[in-house]
């Protein structure tokens, strides 16, 4: 057997070695190990990094970065294009340079494709054929992340007025903030300037880890959008599931269901709606889940509805069901599908679910109000919450109103119409900022104690809509008037919103009534009028607290009142119960959504929601309870 023979090198030689070999040139693994990207991959996502020029809806312009997340499809942040917060106006042009400031630099335009606004994303697709654009980089949803690790971020700082060509800046994780375990913000230590926002954060791997979106001025805390959820908007994600009104159709009931998801690219499959009864309401609900979840002692056998696709990421069902077997028993659903990545996912049950199904019935409705007072006061709730961005603050303003009303009506006059008076006997006023309560008791307090000294008159066509509302503010503090005026405003337009002209003919199932409505959208001091083209559908008659009523779903588009410079866009959706006894409406509520430029403030856009419920309130009580959390109270007795 040959003798083998073992040297041993100094260890000076070993470090004159490992000179050599780091100065004449390494291959990638110690390049990395060197905490550098390979020449490969900092070429490919210097290729697959574009700067956006961008001519923003209001005429302004603005500059971003981009990356090719896939095949023709650019990932950048929603605030680049001024549509953070759910704006629905796309810019008037976006162009997007590959290469930019080398020989090849090349530009071309893009289109919306889809967005996930609460994270702040937006995919964008670029015009031409696919195959001569960049290859997409890399995306790892999964990276392993730890705070301390090295990340690269690519794009184009201060836009191109510091030069076309694009910038490689080396940062570290400093934080990873998660919301209930999950990843929801990457922080990084420097590296993010203005005009890096939508650029790709790159680990040493070379592989896509999160998207630059802003940071705290004066200091080095950036923020990037985890890879996860850029992968949510690329592969589809569950949003809510719903199900519409129930109704019967001969012995069973018939329940439509909604599964909303946002999938851009058409990667979800096999969207199915699972439903099954139970013996036991006092079952929880069951959470979502990326495993098949195991039945639950009690559970009916399970039945499954293809859910097929109806309009823009909204799969829906019809839902045949039997009546329950007793009133102990429920009806449970929930949603199932195959994402983009292959994962199954079952989302959140919907529980215990016992409907009070519609009747498919003709109807004639006639207006009988009664005069004299009522003795049930009626309850107007307005909920709203908006948020805007300048640069990369964001703020939050929401709102809340509830008003208990006792409301007078005399005996129709002459023309049929019926005229009233109505007075507040207690009033919730708060208001929130990023999430706290202000000026409680400065302003919110002493507001709702005026607001008490209020009333208001109304009158309604003898077909039952309300045709005018209008405040008395003669008793209330001047200080406060302006404040007032916008308030109570809110209240009587949520009573018009909510009431209905009845037709003189018998109603089918599905047949609409149209109106044309002016509302009042927004905050103090930022109010704008809107035109809303609003549709009132009869769907069926349902039992209420035990009287019958015919049942109305309302939609509608909002949009800026003819001549107005104003831009708004929204849409309103809800419903009504009117009693078939007196054509009255016994409740309703409507949620919009809207966006629209703070008037006076120049390239400043709100978007949000507001909700408003009219229903019976409880009996008045001479009790006066102090404000809680946002909101100041006041009662005064009957």
Known sequence: MPKTTVKFVPASHWLILFLVVACTGAGPALQTARGQLTDDVLKKVKHGTVHLHVKLANGNEAEGS?????????????????????????PSKVEVTIDSGEKTSRTVSAK????????DLMLLQVEGDPRDLPE?????????????????VFGFPLGKSLGKSITVSKSSISSLRKENGELKEIQLDGGIHEGNSGGPIISEKGEVIGVAVGGVSGTTINFAVPGALVSDLVNGKFLNFVLEQAYLEGENIKIPAVVRILDPLDRIKNVRIEHWTTPDTKNKPRPASWTRPEPVAG?????TVNAEQVGTNSPRADLLVPPLADENSAYWFRATFTDGRGREFWSPTIANYRPVPLERREITLQFKSTAGAKNRPIEITNDSAFKFQVGTQKETLSMFVRALTIPNLFAPDQDGDTRGNLRYTEVTLGMRKNGEPVQVKEKWAPLAQNLLKTTATFRYADDGAMVY???DLRKTEPRFKDELVGVTNLLLQSLELTSLPLPRHAMQPKERIRLQRMLLVGLPDMYVPTHADVKYQYLGVRQVDGRETAFFALNGDLRPRRGDDNQINGSVSGSLDVLLETGEILMGNAFMNVDYDVPGAKGLRMVGTLSVNVRPGPPPTPATKPAEDVANSGKKPD
């Open 136 to 152: 997409p980089l890399t995306l790892n949803p999964d990276a392993d992340l730890n705070e301390t690790q090295n990340v690269y």
């Open 66 to 90: 981009g990356w090719f997340v896939d095949r023709g499809f650019i990932m950048t942040n929603a605030h680049v294009l001024n549509m953070h917060g759910g704006d629905k106006r796309f």
């Open 299 to 303: 559970d009916g056998p399970l039945q």
């Open 112 to 119: 919306f494709k889809g967005a996930a606004y609460e994270a």
């Open 469 to 471: 509302a209008q405040p």
